[in-house]
């Protein structure tokens, strides 16, 4: 049973921008009480660890890896059971799989499936 869907990976030039999203499915526990998990959007560069890039909490508290600062902005909507990750101003080192989770203490946590973004000219 899929429980969160990403879409919006693709291929940009340098300096554009795209917006991903990643959606609740399902009837679990998660896409039910979604707006009590914390969101985050990590990344896994080509041959590199997967790294945290952006949280937003259940309260709408946003935190920034040092790189994405001023660049990247999340966001969420919890009517649509939805986060996203506006990116602007896009690096090559930019490129990488892009993976949503979700947490919340003392419950499961749940990860996409992964969306690939490639930053080239």
């Known amino acids: 049973q899929v429980q969160l869907v ?10 554009g921008s ?16 979604f707006s009590m998990y914390n969101m985050e959007w990590y990344r896994q560069p080509p ?12 309260g709408s508290s946003t935190n920034y890896h040092d790189s994405v ?3 990247f902005t999340i966001s969420r909507d919890n009517a649509k059971k939805t986060v996203y990750l506006q990116r602007n101003g896009l690096k ?6 892009y993976y949503c989770h979700g947490q919340r203490p003392l419950y499961n946590d749940y990860w996409g ?7 080239s000219s």
């Open 6 to 15: 990403e879409s919006g990976g693709g291929l940009v030039q340098p300096g």
């Open 18 to 33: 795209l917006r991903l999203s990643c959606a609740a499915s399902g009837g679990s526990i998660f896409s039910l009480r």
């Open 47 to 58: 041959g590199k660890q997967r790294e945290l890039v952006a949280g937003i909490t259940s």
């Open 69 to 71: 600062k001023g660049r």
């Open 92 to 97: 090559p080192e930019d490129t990488a799989v």
């Open 113 to 119: 499936q992964g969306t690939q973004v490639t930053v």
